[in-house]
């Protein structure tokens, strides 16, 4: 069984460590990488990290998950809030789905508190900061593991 895990990571996640610091913290994409590359060691597990700022490409690397890998860590940024393509991406995935927000959503304005990943999503994290990421690939790893 494949013990490869997909980070996605949808707009404006590129500029992490740059971006509204305040919010997002100052680390970014590449420390969550590394950070995550290590967890998923731990376990004999391998993650592919990718960001993307449009919905399509999105939707293509979930479907490549189909194939390739046993879980997916999604933080799909923005398109959280309107993806109905993204859901229905998600949908056609078969492997555990968690959805990470480094920012608490439900503390922020109510547009914000919608989720159409929430809907597939097998567990959820927010407010975590960038941590978020590790402690969802620890959890899918460990589920993985569990499962030989
Ligand atoms: C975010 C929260 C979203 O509402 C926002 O659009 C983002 C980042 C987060 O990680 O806290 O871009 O997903």
């Given amino acids: 069984m494949s013990k490869t895990i997909y980070i ?20 970014t994409l590449q420390d969550v990488e ?6 998923a060691a731990e376990f004999g597990c391998e993650i592919v990290q990718r ?5 399509g490409q999105l939707v ?5 998950a189909r194939q390739n890998a046993a879980g997916i860590v999604l933080n799909a940024a923005a398109y959280t ?12 995935y078969d492997g555990l ?23 597939r999503a097998d567990a959820v994290l ?10 969802a690939t620890r959890h899918v790893c460990e589920m993985l593991t569990a499962k030989g």
């Fill in 60 to 64: 293509d690397w979930i479907h490549e």
């Fill in 97 to 119: 789905v968690i959805e990470v927000h480094v920012s608490q959503i439900h503390k922020r304005e109510s547009f914000r508190h919608t989720s159409y990943v929430g809907l």
């Fill in 8 to 27: 996605l990571n949808g707009p404006n996640l590129n500029l992490l460590g740059q971006r509204q610091p305040e919010l997002y913290g100052h680390d």
């Fill in 51 to 55: 960001q993307s700022n449009h919905e």
């Fill in 126 to 135: 927010m407010g975590f900061g960038v941590n978020g990421y590790a402690l």
């Fill in 34 to 39: 590394r950070t995550c590359t290590a967890v």
């Fill in 81 to 92: 809030h309107t993806s109905i393509a993204i859901l229905d991406a998600l949908n056609t």
